[in-house]
DNA sequence: TTATTATTAGTAATTATTCCTATTAACTAA
DNA sequence: TTAGTTAATAGGAATAATTACTAATAATAA
């Protein structure tokens, strides 16, 4: 089955540069704000779109964090999250799951594990420190 | 600082019940559609309300897995999960992290680690045999 | 009991996301 | 180049999930 050819477009490209720099994990709403300065009629349907379609691709990630809405990621090799719940900070931890981990997993379930998503949550260094 | 006074309420022990008995995990939606069929006068502001509470209290947890809708989990010792792609399983897996694992991110980070949500997405053994 | 107020039912409002449609513009082949 | 084809867009309507609001109810304390 062929894939559908795809168009490069304007709007496609700033929203994947808007991603791939952004050093926050942002939401769509924040790309779109991000966006409008660059290109002031692109549409949030536009900039939903093409986050989905991104993401399909592997060029950019979705994240998922607990109590907050869809955020995305320009960073595509495999890392784990580091969620503060006291100022909301996001740090990417360039570490993974040993292989043997993963791999024992998968047999004890018998299943395919195509991927996995690890994030921790607690109190950052700075807020930690302005706490004591 | 004292913790407002809670009452017992047949409501926050049908909720309590349905997330604690389930073998999946349910969304907000699901327990309230089980929840009238014991209490059909039940709204469902008040199921929401309740599953806030029980997460808070640590009776019960809040899961949220890529692609879906916030779930909750009754199960509430440590544990990890599995989500197939294909048919939409959510697997406990009663396994977790190394402490020293987290204790060295922990230490990376200058940070304090109070809890992680680690989840395995893939297909499942059930929907692997089908396909082949 | 009676008083107090946490909790509720029911519904309105909000938020996040997706859908819809006429128009635009990226690509293709002449 | 230019014309034809259709993927992609802008803008707004629609939907889904969740939260806010309020008058009435019921759990607890005195």
Redesign the interface.
């Known amino acids: 089955m062929p894939s559908t050819p795809r168009r490069s477009t304007k709007q496609r490209s700033i929203v994947l540069e808007i991603v791939a720099r952004a050093k926050t994990h942002p939401t769509a709403e924040e790309v779109f704000t991000i966006a409008r300065k660059k290109l002031p009629e692109i549409s949030l349907a536009t900039v939903y779109r093409n986050l989905h379609l991104l993401a399909e691709e592997g060029k950019i990630r979705?994240v998922?964090?607990?109590g907050s809405t869809l955020r995305y990621d320009g960073m595509t090799m495999e890392h784990?999250h580091?969620c503060?719940?006291s100022c909301g900070v996001v740090?990417d931890?360039p570490?993974s799951l040993p292989a043997a981990t993963?791999a024992s997993?998968?047999s004890?379930?018998?299943?395919?594990?195509?991927?996995?998503?690890?994030?921790?949550?607690?109190?950052?260094?700075r807020c930690?420190e302005s706490a004591a």
Chains 1, 2 share one sequence.
Request: net charge negative.
């Open positions: 979705e998922q964090f607990e784990e580091f503060c719940r740090e931890l570490v993963v997993i998968q004890q379930l018998g299943a395919i594990i195509e991927r996995y998503s690890l994030d921790y949550y607690g109190v950052c260094q930690k």
